[in-house]
Every structure is written in C-alpha cells, then in structure tokens.
C-alpha cells in the first residue's frame, strides 16, 4: 500500500505532466487564432482607386484600365462564380473581361 505522500508525490507529478501537456498545445493554438487564414480572398486586398473599373453587371463585363503610372498585377474576383487569373497590367493598359457565373464583386491586387 502506497503511503501518503507517495500518493501526493504521484498526484503532483501527475497534474505537472498534465499542465506541461496544455502548455505545449496552448502555443500553438495561440497562434493559429492570431494568424489570419491564406485563402485566396484574404490574401489579397482591394485594388487602388488608380485601378479604374467599368462595371456593366447586365451584360457581365468589366472593362479594368491601370491609371496607376506603376505596373499593377490585379484579378477580377467574381462572387458566386470563377474569379479571374492574376493579370499584369502596364501604365495606361485596359482589358475587358466577361463572365456568365455569378456576378462582379471586385478588383483585387495579387
């Protein structure tokens, strides 16, 4: 039969491994709710007003210039359909992009 204090000794190495195992899982998940996620909409962020948008939502166009005076590498992000490729744009250039999913949500730099 165990005495007493090897019942406390036993007892308070039992709760000391116990705490050491919360603590090591405590890091990281202290970092997993501080970091943000990397999809691909958060990743990214808006494009600058420079980048001009000419949105026709009937016909599902968008006509995106860079009036920036810098290369800009931006995407058309569709909601509820397939979002754009990233795409190069220099000083001055304009592409115009249709869909047929979904609808225009918005310009984002990638």
């Not at 800009?72 to 744009?89: A, E, S």
Request: charged share 15%; with cysteine.
């Amino acid at each position: 039969m165990k005495s007493s204090r090897q019942r406390v000794v036993f007892a308070s190495a039992a709760a000391t491994a116990a705490l050491a195992g919360l603590l090591s899982l405590a890091a990281p998940l202290a970092a997993a709710q501080t970091s943000t996620p990397l999809s691909p909409a958060s990743a990214q962020g808006t494009a600058p007003a420079c980048v001009a948008r000419d949105v026709v939502k009937q016909a599902k166009k968008v006509t995106i210039r860079n009036n920036c005076g810098r290369t800009m590498h931006v995407k058309l992000v569709i909601d509820w359909g397939p979002d754009g490729q990233c795409w190069t744009y220099r000083p001055g250039e304009a592409r115009t992009w249709t869909w047929s999913q979904g609808s225009y949500g918005k310009v984002v730099t990638c």
